[in-house]
């Protein structure tokens, strides 16, 4: 479960000047994998995320999640924002219970698992807090918290990381890698960091700008469990000297 | 009072062994005290040079009353004997505070009834903003005092009639800043309640109603305003109690004494009227204040 398949994808935004956000993307996801997907902003990435999401529709070809062409977005693909979106009027507790609530689930079905999650985030102590009252990190450990509450298929990342100071973006890939480690749930992760991309991912797609393409696709074969420890490993350099070779060869073009 | 205040506002200069001494609360207390007192400077000396300058009792040729007359008039007014006697005013201050105050109160409450949901319904939906803005907008610019003949014809002399013109009052700035706080909503929060499974009217309830607080409380102090404008101009013409009225019979007979002890009933009452809604504001918009524990 939590497949994703791409087929002939494009996506086109009409107005004055047309804009090829997505180009013919073809691309399958399998169950339980990480995927990046790694290019400069305006590449289209964030679009190939909002599409799979369901937030807005393909101009041409099929996008299917586990066999079922995706018409709008839920819960199964939990989407992580760039700057957390959670809703400042809620508590952290309140914001990690609102997809079970609204889905009309049962207080005993999800509190325990919440509770569960919101721990996992390291966040137990805050759970009575406003989202003004947090830091960047701990918002977005919300953002994942209230995603993984209702057991998505699919994890849908875009650039979660982005806006974080570089410690906390270490310490935020580390949970992440252990989170992840222990559910495996599939995982598409938008960013615009190599370092980043290398250290989760199983598998790195790199994109292109106007038309959006997948230029290339690059397994990462570093040994699981990773820590941020991985990031000094010669084989870390090799695959971070690779990929940043063929953004130089795009940049030619 | 002044050199107290001076030391308060000098924490950052190097002063803070006399500062840190002090708890936050009566920081902020000394900080609301001082404002308190700034407020009143003004008023006072208006009104202190407006003694001097009408000794004798009355400025303008016996026109205007001094505001010891104005006091004076506004003491019987609010506790003078009520029934009998020559003063038709005397003991009746309360009771057409009420009445106005409740003509406002239900006016408003109208206003907002149906304001609310319309504004969301613009902000947030096409169709239902197509259909009904452009009405709103040629509606708006006709002045509450222009509704008046069209009141009282339909209404005749009644509470309703009032009532009826503080809604429309203050259902134009209560439905266009509801609609401007439905429509600039963050678009992640919206995908973000879609994605957790909310249906369109969870959205609606949880999502859009919320994140449009701030912009409907604006709308209803600018509106709560305007309602005290039309209910003024209402009881001068189309009902028989209340400030309005007070003011425009005082008028008549000549009692200007009087008539300025109700206008500065009007604004004080407006200003606390503000004052209540700006602190239910403070409840229910909390989120926004609250300070990062990070910083």
Known sequence: ?253 | MSSSSERVSSDTDGKRDTVSSWTGASLAARRGLRTAALAVVLPLAVIIIWQYAGRGGSLFGGVLPTPDRVWEAWRIWAFGPTGLGLNPYSGTWLANLLFSAERVGKGFLCAIVVGVPVGIAIGWNRISAGTLDPTIQLLRPIPITAWLPFSIAVFGIQDIGAIFLISLGAFFPIVLNTAQGARDVERNLIRASLMMGAGRWTVLRRVVLPASLPSIFTGLRIGLGIGWTAVIVAEMVAVKSGLGYVLWDAYYVGRMDVVIADMATIGLLGLLSDMIIMQIERWVLNWRRLQSYQS
């Not at chain 1, 918290?145 to 310490?171: C, H, I, K, Y």
């Open chain 1, 1 to 253: 479960m939590g497949t994703i398949t791409f087929e002939g994808v494009s996506k086109i935004y009409g107005g004055q000047r047309e804009v090829r956000a997505l180009d013919d993307i073809s691309l399958t996801i399998g169950e339980g994998e990480f995927v990046a997907l790694l290019g400069p902003s305006g590449c289209g990435k964030s679009t190939l995320l909002n599409v799979l999401a369901g937030f807005e529709k393909v101009t041409k070809g099929e996008l299917l999640f586990d066999g079922t062409t995706i018409s709008k977005p839920g819960p199964d693909r939990g989407v992580v924002f760039q700057e957390a979106a959670l809703f400042p009027w809620l508590t952290v507790w309140q914001n990690v219970i609102f997809g079970p609530q609204v889905q009309g689930m049962a207080r005993p079905e999800y509190e325990p698992r919440a509770r569960q999650l919101l721990d996992l985030v390291g966040l137990t102590s805050f759970a009575d807090a406003l989202p003004v009252q947090l830091s960047g990190g701990m918002r977005q450990r919300v953002g994942i918290a209230r995603v993984l509450v209702m057991n998505p298929r699919a994890l849908l990342m875009d650039e979660p990381f982005g806006a974080l100071d570089a410690q906390t973006r270490l310490s935020m890939q580390q949970l992440l890698l252990d989170v992840w480690q222990k559910l495996n749930t599939t995982v598409l992760f938008v960013t615009h960091d190599i370092d980043e991309a290398i250290l989760l991912s199983d598998r790195i797609c790199v994109m292109s700008a106007r038309p959006g393409r997948i230029i290339k696709t690059i397994p990462i074969e570093l040994a699981r469990p990773r820590s941020i420890a991985s990031l000094t490993s010669p084989e870390f350099i090799a695959y971070k000297a690779e990929i940043m070779a063929d953004i130089r060869i795009t940049d030619h073009h």
